[in-house]
């Protein structure tokens, strides 16, 4: 029984390139969350999703950053024109259901921008 | 917006110490999680509490949970090198759309 699952673990772009980071959920979780850990900090909320629905969105960016989760494959948050301040670990987490209860995380993406 | 607080943010004991760790948030919740995080790695789930007067133990670890106090409070007794890590409590509202509100995390040195 695999957990939830991320890709790639590590990441390295240049400043100005886009990152795709992927995320596939626990088998019969359909409720999948990002959040993002700057160095010697907690992890914050950015995006909450459904399948084809974005629930909650509120700690997004609002340039650059945008996440999706398709009906089929996997959650995908997309930075795109990456800089250095977006280097951090981004873990998705996912859920079977929306209320109560607790968050499985991934094994997080390291991103380094350059 | 919720804030989650935990202290102390550092932590060095000696092995076979006893010593409790606080996380303090902001506004109602009933629900309280804690996480253990080793360097460059994910978070793993700890306890769940879901209750008020809520206590779970593990091993050399108890959490409990007060909600009128807006406080858990995460115990270890015993302190071994293998407990060293960075440990998180997390608090969610179902009102802000489940999302987990964390705390800034408490990095735990246990010397032998």
């Known amino acids: 029984n695999a957990g939830v699952m991320q890709n790639p673990r590590h990441l390295v772009r240049r400043r100005g390139q886009e990152a795709r980071l992927r995320c596939s959920p626990m088998?019969?979780?359909?409720?999948v969350y990002w959040y993002r850990q700057l160095p010697e900090e907690g992890l914050k909320f950015m995006v909450y999703?459904?399948?084809?629905?974005?629930?909650?969105e509120s700690g997004m960016p609002k340039e650059r950053f945008s996440a999706e989760f398709p009906k089929e494959g996997p959650s995908i948050l997309r930075i795109q024109q990456v800089v250095r301040g977006d280097s951090a670990a981004y873990f998705c987490?996912?859920?079977?259901?929306?209320?109560?209860?607790?968050?499985?995380f991934g094994p997080g993406t390291r991103l380094t921008v350059l | 917006e919720l804030k989650v607080e935990q202290n102390p943010l550092f932590l060095s004991m000696q092995e076979g110490k006893n010593y409790t760790i606080y996380c303090n948030y902001s506004t109602t919740s009933d629900r309280l999680y804690w996480y253990r995080q080793d360097p460059g790695k994910s978070l793993e789930s700890l306890f769940v509490?879901?209750?008020?007067?809520a206590v779970k133990q593990e091993g050399r670890l108890m959490a409990s949970l007060d909600t009128k106090a807006r406080l858990s409070t995460l115990h270890i007794t015993a302190a071994v090198h293998d407990l060293s890590a960075t440990y998180f409590c997390a608090v969610d509202m179902v009102d802000t759309g489940n999302q987990f509100y964390f705390g800034t995390g408490t990095s735990l040195t246990v010397i032998p």
């Open positions: 999703l459904q399948k084809e629905n974005i629930i909650d």
């Open positions: 088998k019969g979780h359909s409720h």
């Open positions: 987490a996912s859920s079977p259901r929306s209320a109560v209860g607790e968050q499985f």
């Open positions: 509490l879901l209750s008020n007067g």
